[in-house]
């Protein structure tokens, strides 16, 4: 099956600085990537979407400014925190989607960020 | 907005039960997906049903697109099982629409 490599799987990171969560599509070209997060016992929420070469979509109440996502080419999408603050810990997740095979859901790993 | 619900949100039960862990939605979809959460956070994708029946192992999912329900079923369960099982939803907007979730059910099996 097709294979989403996501890194790092936990990172730790101090008040006001910016972390960067790669997504990866290993063995076929993710026309759309999906971020997700999910908060302590609660459901995972998409947070946003992204199509290779073009601006992303945020969800309702996802501040574009602070979530930076970049889908540069179909193999790699990133999600930049910016400036985290301790609310925004979290399990992050990306999920990409192959052109005709876009009801499909290939899962990355998921990255744990605590900002202390 | 699609609302998902599962049921039950906690079950525990002894090895080598039938499990049955259900799904309901309130909008067409283009696809349902039963999703295995770890501990860890990582997931798996189990199943994904536009319709019928799949079987996969000791998994078994369902879906009835007029009532807008799905099941996940485990023969034979295994303490190796444990963990929590998520339904999700894609719209039917035709394009790459992002997931909706329940809120997953709470799944172990005691040896």
């Known amino acids: 099956g097709a294979v989403v490599s996501q890194h790092p799987s936990r990172v730790i990171c101090k008040s006001g600085t910016s972390v960067k969560i790669e997504c990866r599509s290993l063995d076929f070209q993710a026309t759309t990537m999906f971020w997700y997060r999910q908060f302590p016992k609660q459901s995972l929420m998409l947070m946003a979407t992204?199509?290779?070469?073009?601006?992303?979509?945020?969800e309702q109440g996802v501040e574009k400014d602070k979530f930076l996502i970049n889908h540069a080419s179909l193999t790699l999408s990133t999600l930049t925190v910016t400036s985290a603050h301790p609310e925004d810990s979290s399990f992050y997740i990306c999920s990409a989607a192959q052109g005709s095979r876009k009801t499909e859901a290939f899962f990355g790993q998921g990255t744990r960020l605590t900002v202390v | 907005k699609n609302e998902v619900e599962q049921s039950p949100q906690n079950l525990t039960a002894q090895e080598g039960e039938f499990i049955t862990i259900n799904c309901s939605y309130s909008?067409?979809?283009?696809?349902l997906h039963w999703l295995q959460q770890h501990p860890g956070g990582g997931i798996v994708s189990l199943f994904m049903?536009?319709?019928g029946k799949k079987k996969h192992g000791r998994l078994i999912a369902t879906i009835n697109i007029q009532e807008k329900h799905s099941s996940l079923h485990i023969t034979a369960s295994h303490p190796r099982d444990s963990a929590v099982y998520i339904c999700a939803v894609r719209g039917s907007g035709g394009g790459a629409d992002g997931l909706t979730f329940g809120k997953g059910t709470h799944l172990i099996i005691q040896p």
């Open positions: 049903l536009s319709s």
């Open positions: 909008v067409g979809i283009s696809a």
């Open positions: 992204s199509n290779e070469g073009s601006k992303a979509t945020y």
